[in-house]
C-alpha cells in the first residue's frame, strides 16, 4: 500500500474545501482537516499520519505505519443534521450532495424517508453486502433520518432480485411506520426520482426535488454513516466499494470495507489480485458501468467513490459510429471517450427524447427507465451516415433500440458491453419476461 493519502478537496456538490492544516503538521485519524463555506461538508483525515503537501486541489498525508482503531470524536450537534455535519456526511451513492441539507427539510410529520438500496449499477455489491452484514445499523440510520426529518413513514427500496436481502431487512424491522418495497430488475430504478416514483406512485418533472412528493431520499451507505455519526460521533472518513475486473482473480468481485478516502486506486487494484495483463487491458474506471469515469492507478479514491472496475482492452471497429446519450448513463463525453477507444469516428450524436436539458446542461429523464421510443432517434443517426450505434441507455430503452437497430442494419454497442464482456456478465439488451412492470 501507498504511504499517501491524497484527500480531494472538492469531493462534494457546493463548495470547495478550505485546508485548516498546514505542511509538517502531524494529524490523527478523523482530525478535521478542511472547512467550509455555504453549501459543502467538512473533511475529515483517514489515517493518522503527518501533511507532506497542501495544494489547491489536495491535502496530502503521510500515513504511519502503524495506524490507530480508534478515531477523533466529533462534536456532537444540538440536532441530528447537525452531527451529521459535524461529520462531513454527503449522498455516498455518488451524488455527494451535503446530507445535512436533506436532513434539514421539514416533512410536517406525515412525510417519507425513502432508502435507496436499489444498487443500480450492474456488478457492484458493496450496498448489499452492508445491508447483510449491519442490517441493525441501516435501520437505525433510517429511524434517525425519519426523527430528523419528522417523516411518518420510512422505506427500504431495494430490487427484487435481492430476496435474501429483502427478508434479512423484513426479519429485522421492529417499528411498524417502516416497510420494504420491491423494485423491478432495471436500470435506473437508484435514479432519486424513480425511487419516489416506485414506492409513492408520484412522477417527479425534471427540475422537482423528492421533497416535492413529501418525501427525502437517502442512499444505504449513507443511512450507515447517519448512524455512525450519531452513536459514536464517527467521521466520514472510511469508504466500502467494489472492486471487479480484468483482474488475476478472474470473474470475482471484492467488497472492500473501512478504506480510508484518500487510497490510492491503484492499492485498491493490487489488494484485489492485480491487473490481468499490464498495458494490455482497456481502461480503469471509478463507478459503476453506467455513470462511472475514466480513472488511472494514481488517482484517490473520493467520498462518493462506489467501484473500481478495470475492463479488458476494448473491441476496435472503425466503422462510422452514431452515439445516443441518456440522461442516467454516460453522456456525450463519455460516449465519444469510449468510441475513441474503440478508433471510430463519431459521426452523429442524438439524446433520448427524454433527456431533458436542466441546470448547467445536465439532462434529467423525465420519466426514468420508461422508454419513448428510439426509432426516430436512429433513423436520425443513419442520416448521419452511421454505420454503428453506441449507446448509454436504460433497460427499457436499449431493448427498443434493439427491436429496430438491426432492421436498419446498425450492430449496437452499450457502453458497458465491455466491463460486463471482461465478467462474463449479460449483456443489456432485451428485456426478459417480467421484468417490466
Ligand atoms: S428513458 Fe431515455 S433518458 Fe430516460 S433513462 Fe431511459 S434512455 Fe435514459
Known sequence: MSKNIHLLLKQNIGAKNTPVVKVGEEVKRGQLVATFEGLGAYLHSSVDGKVIDVTEDEIVIEANEVQSEDFVKIEKGATIAETVKNAGIVGLGGAGFPAHIK????????????????????????????LLEEPKKLIRGMQLCMEACNA????????????????????????????????????PMGEERAVVRECLGIVLETDKLPSEANAV???????????????????????????????NTALSTEVFKHVPVGTKVGDLIEAAGGIYKYGEYGEIIMGGPFTGKHSDYDAPITKTTGGILVTQ??????RKMGILVCACGGNEERLREIASFMGAEVVGVQKCK???????????????????????????????????????????????????????????????????DTMGVERIRFLKDGQKK
Open 313 to 318: 482492452p476494448y473491441p476496435k471497429d472503425e
Open 354 to 420: 427524454q433527456a431533458i436539458e436542466g441546470k448547467g446542461g445536465v439532462l434529467k429523464c423525465e420519466n426514468p427507465g420508461h422508454c419513448p421510443g428510439q426509432a426516430e432517434k436512429l433513423l436520425n443517426l443513419k442520416k448521419s451516415g452511421a454505420q454503428t450505434v453506441l449507446i448509454s441507455n436504460c433497460t427499457d430503452c436499449t431493448n427498443t433500440v434493439m427491436g429496430v437497430a438491426p432492421k436498419m442494419k446498425m450492430p449496437v454497442y452499450h457502453q458497458t458491453d465491455t466491463i460486463l
Open 217 to 247: 431520499v437517502v442512499n444505504s451507505e449513507t443511512m450507515c454513516a447517519i448512524a455512525e455519526a450519531v452513536d459514536e460521533l464517527k467521521p466520514l472518513i472510511d469508504k466500502r466499494l467494489t472492486v471487479a475486473g480484468y483482474l
Open 103 to 130: 436532513l434539514g427539510t421539514d416533512l410536517g410529520g406525515t412525510g417519507y424517508i425513502l432508502c435507496n438500496a436499489a444498487e443500480c449499477e450492474p456488478l457492484l455489491s458493496h450496498n448489499m453486502d452492508q
Open 152 to 187: 411518518a413513514h420510512g422505506v427500504f427500496a431495494l430490487k427484487e432480485i435481492h430476496p435474501k436481502e429483502i427478508q434479512a431487512l423484513e426479519k429485522m424491522i421492529d417499528d411498524e411506520r417502516i416497510t420494504v418495497k420491491a423494485m423491478p430488475n432495471m436500470y
